[in-house]
């Protein structure tokens, strides 16, 4: 067993999530309460990274380029490049995540669980995206899951939190009983449960394909729980808006996007159907922009605004890969994987720069109160950095042209046209007007931050870490050198959507 | 003959489904909500078994099963957990009296 592959890129944040926990449990006689707090934050963040280690050794090793094997005992990981497009978009949010949050989570209760659940999730994420056998998908599924209802219900002393929690945690559940389901068919039909032998299995002709079609439809119901496809969606703005903010971003950017890859591996072994996965993922996605921009002009919660506006941009990258299911453009599965990135980079952006205002206002004030749009009135006169990386954030999400989020949102709109298909323009069309609707709730939000008198709430604000700044802008430049030089993800997304279309046989 | 073992099985798995479904819609109180998680996931598992039988890996079927047991065991704790949780910060564990998060 090699560390220095991909399995080590799994197992390094699995073994140290425990050692992580363990630290934090030192008794006081050992050490001082701010020691150990201190201890627990730097061995997480050494954690991870040196889990970049390995990453580094298996981009050079494989170089995007086919599939790989690699096995921890009778475990089969695939690695190709949507696992490793996802294991990158995974790891760096968590890194910046694990950093902002040394301030942000200080001296809370459980910090060290935090650390350990935060650990286990990123491990688990990037095992899920490598699984090479349709069960082990569920169990990494699941084992993720578990450890995001821990960590949304984190502040347990809330009522709310833990009504989130416990919604979530419902609502996840049932979905996964669904994909069991489609499980149980897809091996009663296939008789194996290795995703390559499935595909081979169920193109013969002994097969009964309405069977599989309901199994692609339990697939997509259970793990459109995840996505939060929008029937789906409830446990969405609640999770997201009650969560810790550095889990909130780790949700928004990269869980929901990591249940549509266990959704895209689940459906990609029954062959046949890509039309019909194509047309359905373009129906959900156009249905999830609308409601999502719909739902997000209402709200007074700054967190719930962004975890409204995850639903429409999770839908702009379904129109992406349905326009290059349905039509076999390759370029709508690249512009997808883009805006995969670039939301990651943006929402988590977002949900960082709403932390560091919530940090400075409230926790450093000892109230966990939510943010309110109001209270943003005037922060940039107080808060420059995070006004400005928050602003930066909003435009972005919003699509206005310099900025990262735009030039995704343009792949996809060019993939769209390049189809020729009267009724994908229509949505291609849909799409344009439903970004600009989005700076309807994106813009005042920059507006009233720098046109505005300060809150008595901003001037009472206390001042921000370095630890808190530095994943600010850090990302905040990624939104602009992206916006400036898209041509730079290309490398990376190129090889995902090449394995996208390859995986659907395309 | 309708009363074959794998049929009954296979009424067995429709059954439950159906309980716990119905019992997913109708039920109020947080624990008999992780109850109803369980009738569903034990649904499953009958499931695996019998298509690992269909399709003649039954090995593959049970070990499967076995596994979701074990996964879902932990999913019904965390659930239990956090219902002890609602009920020390809510006072009750009626579902509709503890949705306050709207819109």
Redo the contacts between chains.
């Keep these: 067993m090699e560390l220095l592959n991909f399995t080590g890129l799994i197992i390094i944040p699995l073994v140290s999530s425990p050692v992580v926990y363990l630290a934090g449990r030192l008794g006081t006689r050992e050490i001082t309460l701010r020691g150990r707090s201190y201890l627990v934050r730097v061995a997480a963040f050494l954690a991870l990274l040196a889990a970049w280690v390995p990453f580094a050794a298996s981009v050079r090793t494989l170089f995007l380029d086919g599939t790989q094997e690699f096995n921890v005992s009778t475990i089969w990981l695939r690695v190709d490049g949507i696992s490793l497009f996802m294991a990158g978009c995974v790891l760096l949010l968590g890194t910046l995540v694990i950093l902002f949050s040394g301030s942000y989570m200080a001296g809370e209760v459980g910090e060290e669980k935090y650390y350990a659940m935060l650990l286990a999730m990123i491990g688990l994420m990037i095992g899920l995206v490598a699984a090479g056998d349709l ?1 082990n998908l569920w ?1 990494w599924f ?2 993720m899951a ?1 450890s995001s ?2 960590l949304v ?1 984190f502040y ?5 939190s ?5 919604k979530y ?2 609502q996840s ?2 979905g996964s ?1 669904l994909v ?2 489609g ?3 897809v ?7 290795d995703m390559a032998q499935i595909t081979e299995a169920v193109s013969g002709s002994a097969v009964n394909r309405l069977a599989l079609l309901g199994a692609g439809a339990l697939f997509m119901i259970g793990f459109g729980v995840k996505v939060a496809l929008v029937p789906l969606h409830t446990w969405l ?2 999770a997201h ?2 969560a810790p903010s550095g889990i909130s971003a780790m949700l928004s950017g990269a869980v929901i996007e990591i249940g549509l890859i266990a959704m895209l591996r689940a459906l990609a072994t029954l062959t046949g159907f890509a039309l019909s996965w194509g047309i359905l993922l373009m129906g959900f996605g156009a249905l999830n922009i609308l409601y999502g921009n719909l ?1 997000a002009l ?2 007074t919660f700054v967190k ?1 605004l962004l975890a409204y506006s995850s639903l429409s941009h999770v839908g702009y990258i379904l129109l992406g890969l349905g326009i290059a299911l349905s039509a076999g453009i390759e370029l709508g599965a690249q512009g997808a994987f883009f805006h995969v990135f670039n939301h990651m980079l943006m929402k988590g952006l977002a949900f960082l720069a709403v932390g560091a205002l919530m940090y400075g206002m409230f926790l450093q004030n000892g109230s966990h109160r939510a943010l309110k749009i109001e209270h943003l009135a005037g922060a940039a006169q107080k808060y420059p950095l995070a006004a400005l990386a928050f602003s930066l954030a909003l435009l972005g999400l919003g699509g206005l042209p310099p900025l990262a989020g735009f030039m995704s949102k343009w792949q996809i709109f060019v993939a769209g046209f390049q189809t020729q298909n009267a009724w994908i323009i229509v949505l291609m069309i849909f799409m344009a007007l439903n970004s600009v609707l989005s700076l309807g709730y994106y813009a005042p939000l920059v507006n009233l931050m720098y046109r505005r008198e300060a809150s008595p709430k901003v001037a009472a604000g206390k001042p921000l870490t370095w630890t808190i700044a530095l994943p600010l802008i850090v990302m905040s430049l990624g939104v602009i050198v992206l916006g400036f030089f898209p041509g730079l993800m290309d490398w990376f997304t190129v090889a995902a959507g090449r394995q996208f279309m390859q995986m659907f046989g395309k | 003959m309708i009363f074959t073992p794998l049929n009954i099985i296979l009424f067995g798995v429709v059954g439950l ?1 159906g309980v ?1 479904l119905y019992g ?1 819609l109708i039920t109020r109180n ?1 624990i008999k ?1 992780v109850m109803v ?1 369980q009738i ?2 034990k ?2 598992i009958l ?2 078994v ?3 039988k ?4 039954l090995g ?2 049970q070990s ?1 099963a076995a ?2 047991i074990v ?1 879902d065991t ?2 019904a704790v ?2 239990l957990a ?2 002890v ?2 009920r020390r ?2 006072g009750t564990l009626d579902v509709p009296r ?4 709207r ?1």
Excluded: C, K, N, W
């Design positions: 069960f169990v699941e084992a578990i209802y821990l219900a347990r002393e809330q009522s709310a833990l009504e989130a929690g416990m945690l419902v559940a049932a009983v069991l389901m499980i149980a068919i091996l009663a039909q296939a008789g194996t449960l703005p609640d808006s009650q739902l209402r709200q719930r | 489904l716990g997913l947080l909500v998680l569903l996931i649904a499953v499931a695996l019998l298509a690992g269909l399709s003649g890996h593959l079927g499967t596994t979701v996964a932990i999913v965390v659930g956090l219902a949780q609602v910060r809510f503890i949705s306050t998060l819109g």
